[in-house]
């Protein structure tokens, strides 16, 4: 299993689903108040808001459990003026940050949608450059062509997107609550994003297509998020049982799409 780097594997994933999950979030909150309809009750807001913090903080955590001493993590920032791994590292102690006055912000202050949006959205703004921060390590290493392309920064921000998008959709579906327009378009947006990036990495020649990790990535991953699409935009009820399934397929999807990225090149070694 060491070719699948599982602690990247969660660290990218679930910090990127975070990120993506306070994007989707902010825009909601934003759409509600300018159409005066109906929401997430306040105290929904407030939980939903420290899940998706709890998920960004345990990706961030994860990240520790590569390194060979976790003790020794804060030299990490030393070699910023030339290392993109530097330069990710403050990325994400900075989005940790701002995560942390916009929970607080939610929870103290559920009512300001203002500031919360905009604590929101700067966290969006810092975790994308920490998104393509991680990005840029790999796509930086010209000897290996699956990481070495535009499609790996496509992937990253595929991730969150879709993931950040399908949690919330199937929130408000589960809470009986109308899913606007905004959030079915990112879960769209999304899928084109994560089939973008498939379709750009399987064309090149090293990338091989065989194998049952990439068909659970599309069945789980693209074929139940087009069907949420599909259900959502129709006005599909769901059962709390059926959108945690289908919660959970999606993840799994972006999971294993994620180790297939991490294997395609750490099974060759060495990497240098």
């Known amino acids: 299993m060491d070719q699948y780097e599982l602690p990247l594997v969660f660290f990218t994933?679930?910090?990127?689903?975070?990120?993506?999950?306070?994007?989707?979030?902010?825009?909601?909150?934003?759409s509600t108040?300018?159409?005066?309809?109906?929401?997430l009750s306040l105290q929904q807001f407030k939980t939903l808001a420290l899940a998706?913090?709890?998920?960004?903080?345990?990706g961030s955590s994860l990240s520790l459990a590569h390194l060979g001493s976790p003790a020794g993590a804060?030299?990490?920032?030393?070699?910023?003026?030339?290392?993109?791994?530097s330069r990710e590292a403050v990325a994400f102690v900075l989005l940790n940050g701002c995560m942390l006055l916009w929970l607080l912000t939610c929870w103290r202050r559920p009512q300001q949608t203002a500031l919360i949006s905009v604590l929101g959205l700067?966290?969006?703004?810092?975790?994308?450059g920490a998104i393509l921060a991680s990005a840029q390590i790999y796509s930086q290493m010209v000897g290996?062509?699956?990481?070495?392309?535009?499609f790996t920064q496509l992937a990253f921000l595929g991730t969150p997107v879709l993931l950040g998008f399908t949690t919330l959709g199937i929130v408000l579906n589960v809470c009986g609550l109308v899913v606007p327009r905004i959030i079915r378009y990112g879960i769209l947006l999304?899928?084109?994003?994560?089939?973008?990036?498939?379709?750009?990495?399987?064309?090149?020649?090293?990338?091989?297509?065989?194998?049952?990790?990439l068909w659970w990535q599309l069945c789980a991953g693209i074929l139940v998020s087009a069907a949420l699409f599909t259900l959502?935009?129709?006005?599909?009820?769901?059962?709390?049982?059926?959108?945690?399934?289908?919660?959970?397929?999606v993840v799994s999807g972006e999971l294993v799409g994620r180790m297939l990225f991490y294997s395609s090149v750490m099974g060759q070694l060495p990497l240098f």
């Open 74 to 85: 804060y030299r990490a920032i030393l070699g910023i003026n030339h290392s993109w791994l």
């Open 190 to 213: 999304g899928i084109l994003l994560v089939i973008g990036a498939l379709i750009g990495r399987y064309q090149i020649a090293e990338a091989s297509a065989a194998g049952l990790l």
């Open 144 to 150: 290996h062509s699956l990481w070495h392309a535009p």
């Open 13 to 30: 994933v679930l910090s990127q689903w975070g990120i993506g999950g306070v994007l989707a979030l902010t825009l909601y909150r934003l």
């Open 33 to 39: 108040v300018q159409s005066d309809k109906a929401g």
């Open 122 to 128: 700067l966290s969006v703004v810092v975790g994308t």
């Open 232 to 249: 959502l935009r129709s006005g599909t009820r769901f059962s709390p049982a059926v959108g945690l399934l289908a919660g959970i397929a």
């Open 52 to 58: 998706l913090w709890l998920i960004e903080v345990l």
